[in-house]
C-alpha cells in the first residue's frame, strides 16, 4: 500500500489535480506513475482507483503557514 509520504512532489501535485478533476493539467507520464502505483486506471482520462482516492481524501492537510517555532 501507498503512503503519502512515499509520492513524490510531482506524484502528489497529480494525484491532487485528478481528484479535482483537472486532468489537462496532469502530464502523462505522472498518470503512468500513478498507475504503476495502482492509484490510477492507467487510461488517458487518468481515474483515480479507489485506493487513489482513498489516499488523497486522507492525505495530511497544509494550513499554508510554516510550522511554529518552540
Known amino acids: ?4 509520504e ?9 494525484l491532487r489535480k485528478l481528484a479535482r478533476g483537472e486532468v489537462h493539467e496532469v502530464p502523462a507520464r505522472e498518470i503512468r506513475r500513478l498507475a504503476a502505483r495502482g492509484l490510477t486506471d492507467g487510461g488517458p482520462d487518468g481515474r483515480l482507483t479507489s ?5 488523497y481524501r486522507t492525505r495530511p492537510k497544509s494550513t499554508g503557514r510554516p510550522p511554529r517555532k518552540g
Open 1 to 4: 500500500m501507498t503512503r503519502w
Open 6 to 14: 512515499d509520492l513524490t512532489d510531482n506524484e502528489k501535485t497529480a
Open 51 to 55: 485506493a487513489g482516492l482513498d489516499l
